[in-house]
């Protein structure tokens, strides 16, 4: 089935849009469920906000473009290295920066400064961040864990190693379902949207702000414009994409949406699994509100062990993303490795002194 949209977008809601659909969820629900389980944000509240704008940025740039959490803000408040206030300050003033240089046009003149070095980087360290977390959730049931283990071992065999965090992430619904048995629709509380921690400005929120900004310039806005244009012939600038980034996070953020960006990653996941119309986009909103009348039950029994096997699969993945994707692996390392051992947003600040103190050299 298909219908055209404003004379001229194709939406198609064929089997293909529902694959890629898919394809697009699983990198997104497993990092939403974890921030849910481990810190004070709702999930049934992040999961519409997600539904809502899936839809609205398919039909308004007539593309199966991603909306996915931003995965620095994630992989710091799920560490605890920033509170849930500090997260919502710092995704109120990313949204206000975004918007500033998608309405000036200055991506470009960003992306002088903040090279593939540095954003590869912030990257790696991102995953390294992820990965400790995860190492210490998973400790809580080693069994558990060796089971995921196996899973994970058996979908690489068949090759299907990319959906092994997806996996896992059901594996560990099931159980939840076992132990609460099947779930009783209900509406997603209104007041859970106002009912925001203390919102906190320091230090650490800077520091957050600054890690976020080269995951979001180089993945979310400059590589997903080149794939809409590759992919789907969609002529969309990284500067179109850092103003509904930033419009998006200013509407929803203060009524408990976790901050989200578009990105490379949820774009290609979607064509790879065979989205190729914002159908896949009506059909995963049309899922992920589904979800959230599901959800309240079911995510206080979801096993914290399986969360860590869930962020260590993601771990592996964004940082083999950094590392094989550049040709200065020793500067991505060095980037990676003091933005987990000291800070990421003081990583992101030396390596682009130092990649500006390399080009005039």
Known sequence: ?????????????????????????????????????????????????????????????????????????????????????????????????????????????????????????????VALVLLETGVGLGLDDPKLVA????????????????????????????????????????????????????????????????AQVAVTVGNAALATSVLLADYFDQDVSADQLSNSMGLMNLVAVPFGAFPMCHGSGGVAGKYAFGARTPGANLILGAGYVLTAFLAVGVIAAYPTALLGVILVLIALQLGWTGVSRTDDLAAVAAIGVFGVLVNLGLALVLGVLVQQLRARS
Do not use: C
Not at 11 to 27: I, K
Not at 96 to 106: E, I, P, R
């Open 147 to 210: 089971v995921a283990a196996g899973i994970v071992a058996v979908l690489a065999v068949v090759g299907y190693s990319g959906q092994s965090a997806f996996a896992v992430f059901v594996f560990g619904a099931a159980i939840a379902l076992v132990e609460t048995g099947v779930p009783t629709p209900a509406v997603p509380a209104v007041d859970a949207m106002f009912m925001l921690p203390t919102m906190t400005l320091s230090v650490q929120t800077v520091e957050a702000i600054l």
């Open 1 to 125: 089935m298909s219908f055209r949209f404003r004379d001229r977008t194709t939406v198609s809601l064929s089997w293909t849009e529902l694959t890629g659909a898919v394809g697009d969820s699983a990198t997104v629900l497993p990092v939403v469920v974890a921030v849910a389980v481990l810190t004070e944000l709702s999930l049934p509240v992040m999961l519409v906000w997600f539904g809502v704008f899936q839809v609205v940025w398919g039909l308004y740039y007539g593309a199966p473009i991603s909306v996915e959490p931003m995965k620095a803000f994630a992989a710091l408040v799920i560490a605890g290295t920033i509170s849930t206030g500090e997260l919502v300050v710092a995704g109120l003033l990313l949204a206000v920066l975004l918007l500033a240089l998608g309405t000036t046009q200055s991506l470009e003149t960003v992306n002088q400064y903040v090279d593939d070095t540095v954003v590869r980087g912030v990257q790696l360290g």
